[in-house]
């Protein structure tokens, strides 16, 4: 065989016999995280305004503007895909905090802001989705089943970040117990919000729960 019958090395991203190229797939997996965050976001959009109950597939993939079967490619149960937007949720909190952080005051007035950021934390729509879906957990044992461990984790996460914001000690007796105590008073507060709007009344126990914080770590 001469050089001019001799076969032309094929580079790794053109295609041979039409093939998908590397181009191609890189491509395609952009599109694929692209719809994915789409599912996410339309999951939590829907938990939040309709609940667990009318949170179907279909419903998800008409908010996200995909097709039912595309929808189920990326998820294939309704379960996954709340795994995935519970996820979301708990990586979005934690982005929020820390991005905060850069904010906060140095000295004394920093535990007061810590709090504030804290017990804000658990208030807007996030809170709501998040929220239904615990209230779901408690009736169905498939749902509660993925949901319980994954929650533990967002919350062992949210609590190491409230400990770095605040600069605490959690070797000293009743630290750990004060900061877990501001994220489950967070709650309790968000809670108070989904009804009326809470924010005169927070704005008071936030203050006061940072003195006694303060105190605390």
């Given amino acids: 065989m001469n050089a001019a019958t001799e076969p032309r090395p094929v580079p790794d991203d053109e295609t041979v016999g039409g093939e998908t190229t590397a181009a191609d797939g890189r491509r395609r997996q952009a599109r694929g995280r692209t719809t994915r965050r789409k599912l996410i976001g339309a999951a939590v959009e829907s938990l939040a305004e309709r609940g667990w109950h009318a949170t179907t597939m279909l419903e998800v993939a008409e908010r996200a503007g995909v097709s039912r079967?595309?929808?189920?490619?990326?998820?294939?149960?309704?379960?996954?895909?709340?795994?995935?937007?519970?996820?979301?949720?708990g990586e979005e909190q934690i982005t929020e905090l820390r991005r905060r952080a850069d904010e906060l005051p140095p000295g004394r007035a920093r535990t007061p802001a810590v709090a504030e950021m804290l017990l804000d934390l658990y208030t807007g729509v996030k809170f709501r989705a998040a929220l239904d879906l615990w209230v779901a957990a408690s009736h169905d044992a498939g749902l509660r089943e993925v949901l319980v461990p994954l929650q533990a984790r967002v919350g062992r996460e949210a609590h190491?970040?409230?400990?770095?914001?605040?600069?605490?000690?959690?070797?000293?007796?009743?630290?750990?117990?004060?900061?877990?105590?501001?994220?489950?008073?967070?709650?309790?507060?968000?809670?108070?919000?989904?009804?009326?709007d809470d924010a005169p009344r927070r704005?008071?126990?936030?203050?006061?729960?940072a003195r006694m914080l303060d105190a605390a770590v």
Wanted: aromatic letters at 4%; charged letters at 20%.
């Fill in 69 to 89: 079967g595309a929808a189920q490619h990326h998820f294939p149960t309704r379960e996954s895909l709340v795994v995935a937007a519970v996820e979301q949720l």
């Fill in 160 to 196: 190491r970040v409230a400990v770095e914001l605040l600069g605490a000690d959690e070797t000293r007796p009743g630290v750990r117990e004060a900061v877990q105590a501001t994220l489950d008073l967070a709650r309790g507060l968000g809670l108070a919000n989904l009804l009326t």
């Fill in 203 to 209: 704005a008071q126990i936030v203050r006061q729960w």
